[in-house]
T-cell receptor, first 112, second 114 residues
Framework: SQQGEEDPQALSIQEGENATMNCSYK?????LQWYRQNSGRGLVHLIL?????REKHSGRLRVTLDTSKKSSSLLITASRAADTASYFC????????????FGKGTLLTVNP | NAGVTQTPKFQVLKTGQSMTLQCAQD?????MYWYRQDPGMGLRLIYY???????DKGEVPNGYNVSRLNKREFSLRLESAAPSQTSVYFC?????????????FGPGTRLLVL
């Protein structure tokens, strides 16, 4: 069963605006990751945040993690048309049997 | 480096036919994975191989078999295809360095079962 659930399912914004996507999960995690999928392509890793971290930045991406609320958010600042894609959160959990569990994704459309 | 490659890119099967989806990675990764992606369902893990010589079931293994041929290659076999197996199949690999594993994905195989 899915561990992470993204919200909203779809988001449409204008170029230059910021986009925020949220992810909630159910059980304890080692880390949480965000991936991007362009239409018809495989997933590409964007950023990883460890369970003991609260915020992480990478270029125009900002990820926050609140383990007490079991939630994370991905902020894309100054969006571009090229950011149009589906975004998935993935929770990493387990020890020797470590696996990633993916959510259903948020479809982001950035209009020029 | 080609990364993760998958063949074929597209396939149409009739119900009951069999086929093998091929996956190879050139990153010297220990772990490899097969997922299926269906509309509204996200990615679901079919099988994975934590290291050469081992394979384990994921969330949705029924109707599939896998072979970790060597460190580079991990194949997925459908013995008797069913329309419910119409999906996009992704192979992924990872270095499995402790508890901070990130996965690298292939471009996918689009399978239609009639």
């Amino acid at each position: 069963s899915q561990q992470g659930e993204e919200d909203p399912q779809a988001l449409s914004i204008q170029e230059g605006e910021n986009a925020t996507m949220n992810c909630s999960y159910k059980t304890s995690i080692n880390n949480l990751q965000w991936y991007r999928q362009n239409s018809g392509r495989g997933l590409v890793h964007l950023i990883l945040i460890r369970s003991n971290e609260r915020e992480k930045h990478s270029g125009r991406l900002r990820v926050t993690l609140d383990t007490s609320k079991k939630s994370s958010s991905l902020l894309i600042t100054a969006s571009r048309a090229a950011d149009t894609a589906s975004y998935f959160c993935a929770t990493g959990h387990g020890g020797s049997n470590y696996k990633l569990t993916f959510g259903k994704g948020t479809l982001l459309t950035v209009n020029p | 480096n080609a990364g993760v490659t998958q063949t074929p890119k597209f396939q149409v099967l009739k119900t009951g036919q069999s086929m093998t989806l091929q996956c190879a990675q050139d990153m010297n990764h220990n772990s490899m994975y097969w997922y299926r992606q269906d509309p509204g369902m996200g990615l679901r893990l079919i099988y994975y191989s934590a290291s050469e010589g081992t394979t384990d079931k994921g969330e949705v293994p029924n109707g599939y078999n896998v072979s970790r041929l060597n460190k580079r290659e991990f194949s997925l076999r459908l013995e008797s295809a069913a329309p419910s197996q119409t999906s996009v199949y992704f192979c992924a690999s990872s270095a499995r360095t402790g508890a901070e594993e990130t996965q690298y994905f292939g471009p996918g195989t689009r399978l239609l079962v009639l």
